[in-house]
């Protein structure tokens, strides 16, 4: 019998943005997202970002935050990360394409002779590609695509992004689209009111092109009273229940409870043509009363380069939340630049926090100060967690005053050092040149029994992600190794090390991956709830 293939349906909302950036489209579309998987159905989310870079690899972390790092190795836009932690969907590369990646993609297929000879044009190339994508995405097995347009409504760089998706409804069937858009609803205090001029302006930027938004989502500091309901309905044509009270909340992690506050998840799945349920948001509750309410507290100082610029650091200052959320514990974070611990007397910086992370980072800024950071931790037998480069300074400073390797350093930082205990490693794959392409995605990494990070993930075999270029030079191992550094993680082949940590500590572990990359309030990342587990026991003197 000829076997019949059922194919899904699949569903579309688009979250777009208006009156300004930074309202949390991101959030919203992964509090959406949450929502959906709450109601027992499958999802992804996918980033359209309207910039011209390629991928954000090589963007600066002062304009662009974090890169986030997927599974297979993509260099994305942190909106992937958040997607990742409110929900099961696992990104991949194919989650996050930017207009340089589309217009990329047609001028190659222009070059091939692919569009046979005709005048290739924004219409309908660019959004071609822009909607071929956004359904290829949708072949995954999922019921619902979210897809996020970066940028907010009225940029220029948005427009075929925007063009695309105001196609969309019309080459699937108008039920099967949803267009959800983010606004501002801000409060004036001299008159005491919430203004919905620029909600008004905002979706009539959209209507010019063509999009009507079925759902608004208004942030605002004040819960929008049914007067100013039905005035935004009024004016935007949208249904009065479906303008939603997007409140200003303490915690990210509230914002799928306060949109479902509102009904927003049976208003999306009715307008979807789809089966209006109930979202069972039990987990949620309970890590927000852990979040709003902690039993405990904890100061972890963090040495890092870009302390003033929080967003480059998200998702491990996340991660750090999620090992409080383990712990029933508020984390409370020490930014500490690391030059200023490179100054006479920087140690009295450290001496607060109850554990110390040194975080990943590229460049030698700061690098002497965060080597002090490790030899205090070290030395106080503070908690100390290293991360990629983190890991480097950890290796470097137990080389430099344990294993007697004077001067010891990374070839990133130094061309004279005698010990270059950190380098580039000979490429595997070629002629034995020095490689100078990154290891990036995830990685297998087999782990020492009796080590802590055995105890914290309770199994030999894991998989984490990297993004870097230099390793642990080889050369070193036995003679660190008789000083007393345990290598307690090594790739399968035992020839990368992964894991380093010493036992004459209460718990000192740096990797040379990202483990931030998988936490997750839902299930926090082992080696963060058990660095902050220790930093509590520090913290309560178990360890003096
Ligand atoms: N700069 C170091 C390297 O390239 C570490 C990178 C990182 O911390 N992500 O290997």
Redesign the pocket.
């Given at each position: 019998m000829k076997k019949r293939t059922i194919v899904k349906k699949v569903k579309y909302i688009f979250v777009t943005g208006g009156v300004l950036s930074s309202l949390g489209k991101g959030i919203a579309a992964s509090s959406i997202g949450s929502l959906l998987e709450c109601s027992d159905l499958k999802i992804t989310i996918l980033k359209l970002d309207p910039y011209i870079n390629v991928d954000p690899g090589t963007m600066n972390p002062f304009q662009h935050g974090e890169v986030y790092v997927t599974d297979d190795g993509a260099e994305t836009d942190l909106d992937l990360g958040h997607y990742e932690r409110f929900t099961n969907a696992k990104m991949r590369r194919a989650n996050n394409i930017t207009a340089g990646r589309i217009y990329h993609n047609v001028i190659q297929k222009e070059r091939k002779g692919e569009y046979l000879g005709a005048t290739v044009q924004v219409i309908p190339h660019i959004t071609d590609e822009i909607k071929n994508h956004i359904r290829s995405v949708g072949k995954s097995g999922v019921d619902v695509v979210i897809c996020e347009i970066g940028g907010t409504v009225g940029d220029i760089e948005s427009l075929p992004f925007l063009e695309a998706i105001r196609q969309f409804r019309f080459d699937v069937k108008p039920k099967d689209v949803l267009y959800v858009h983010l606004t501002l609803v801000p409060y004036i205090k001299t008159s005491d009111e919430l203004k919905t001029k620029p909600t008004q302006h905002s979706v009539q930027k959209l209507r010019e092109i063509g999009i009507q938004p079925d759902v608004l989502l208004c942030r605002t500091e004040r819960k929008l009273s049914n007067s100013i309901k039905e005035k935004i309905a009024l004016f935007c044509s949208v249904e009065e229940t479906s303008v939603i009270t997007a409140m200003d909340v303490a915690s990210i992690y509230e914002v799928p409870l306060s949109l479902e506050k509102e009904g927003l998840c049976k208003i999306i799945l009715k307008k979807l043509g789809m089966k209006p349920t109930q979202p069972n948001l039990e987990r949620w509750q309970t890590i927000n009363q852990i979040l709003i309410k902690p039993e405990k507290e904890v100061r972890i100082g963090i040495v890092g380069k870009y302390v003033d610029l929080k967003e480059s650091y998200k998702s491990l200052t996340e991660a750090l939340i999620h090992g409080g959320v383990g712990n029933n514990a508020r984390v409370i974070f020490n930014w500490i630049d690391a030059e200023d611990l490179e100054k006479e007397n920087g140690q009295v910086l450290l001496a607060k926090s109850d554990g110390i992370l040194v975080?990943?980072?590229?460049?030698d800024r700061g690098i002497e100060g965060k080597i002090n950071a490790v030899q205090y931790s070290r030395e106080k037998k503070v908690p100390f967690f290293g991360?990629?480069?983190?890991m480097?300074c950890a290796a470097i400073e137990f080389a430099r005053h344990v294993a007697n390797l004077k001067n010891a350093n990374?070839s990133?930082f130094s061309k004279t050092s005698p010990y270059l205990v950190?380098d580039l490693l000979p490429d595997q794959d070629s002629t034995g040149d020095k490689g100078g392409t990154?290891r990036l995605g995830e990685y297998p990494c087999q782990l020492r029994k009796n080590s802590n990070a055995y105890k914290a993930y309770g199994k030999r075999e894991i998989e984490e992600r990297h993004?870097?270029?230099?390793?642990f030079n080889n050369m070193y191992r036995i003679q660190m190794e008789e000083a007393g550094l345990v290598f307690s993680g090594l790739s399968p082949n035992g020839n990368l090390v992964e894991i380093i940590e010493l036992t004459d500590h209460p718990w000192f572990l740096a990797g040379q991956f990202?483990p931030e990359f998988k936490s997750s309030p839902m299930i926090p990342h082992p080696l963060f709830r058990d660095f902050v587990s220790s930093s509590l026991k520090y913290k309560n003197n178990n360890y003096k």
């Open positions: 975080p990943g980072g590229f460049g991360i990629c480069l983190g480097h990374s990133e950190i990154m993004r870097h270029r230099y390793e990202h």
